[in-house]
T-cell receptor, first 113, second 112 residues
């Protein structure tokens, strides 16, 4: 069965520190897609990245980077030089053959000034 | 702005009532997803439609139903409402199966 685990419920770091959000997934399928979404205090869900199971290249977008490792079923998200505006709940999600996008419980990130 | 429009933004209703939530997907997106977000349950997948047909179903209650119309907009109907149905209901759309889903602003439902 599909499952996404975000073990870190809440993280607090001081501005400018780097922070990594962990995501571990379970699926029986060889073809699947992984996502990260951001939910700021305003409540909307903002798409950050989509990665398919055949592409294990790490990705960097500005201060954001993602590390996908099939061997450990992990898709971790790192924010470098964090800023107060990065404070939000971050969700990791999985979509496999069932066509549902299943979300983890989320990690609430506090960036302290 | 994701391009997905949900109406209404807020809804307050009494127990036992029935409400309809509406979602207009992004132009060209064929797939629509519905999610319920409550404090204790996180983001729960309810149902997915693709080009008018039901594609996947989550733990959607029998009191809830949805459909996608020929113009691709979707409606989520919630009936016999209970206090526990109070939540944020999100609609999302994607252009293809398993593509990135873009979310609307959500409808905050309060059952009193």
């Amino acid at each position: 069965a599909q499952k996404v685990t975000q073990a870190q419920t809440e993280i607090s770091v001081v501005e400018k520190e780097d922070v990594t959000l962990d995501c571990v997934y379970e699926t029986r399928d060889t073809t699947y897609y992984l996502f990260w979404y951001k939910q700021p205090p305003s409540g909307e869900l903002v798409f950050l990245i989509r990665r398919n199971s055949f592409d294990e290249q790490n990705e960097i977008s500005g201060r954001y980077s993602w590390n996908f490792q099939k061997s450990t079923s992990s898709f971790n998200f790192t924010i470098t030089a964090s800023q107060v505006v990065d404070s939000a709940v971050y969700f990791c999600a999985l979509n496999d053959r069932d066509d549902k996008i299943i979300f983890g419980k989320g990690t609430r990130l506090h960036i302290l000034p | 702005d994701s391009g997905v429009t949900q109406t209404p933004k807020h809804l307050i209703t009494a127990t036992g009532q029935r409400v309809t939530l509406r979602c207009s997907p992004r132009s060209g997106d064929l797939s629509v997803y519905w999610y319920q977000q409550s404090l204790d349950q996180g983001l729960q997948f309810l149902i997915q439609y693709y080009n008018g047909e039901e594609r996947a179903k989550g733990n959607i209650l029998e009191r809830f139903s949805a459909q996608q119309f020929p113009d691709l907009h979707s409606e989520l109907n919630l009936s016999s409402l209970e206090l526990g149905d109070s939540a944020l209901y999100f609609c999302a759309s994607s252009v293809v199966d398993r593509g990135e889903a873009f979310f609307g602003q959500g409808t905050r439902l309060t059952v009193v």
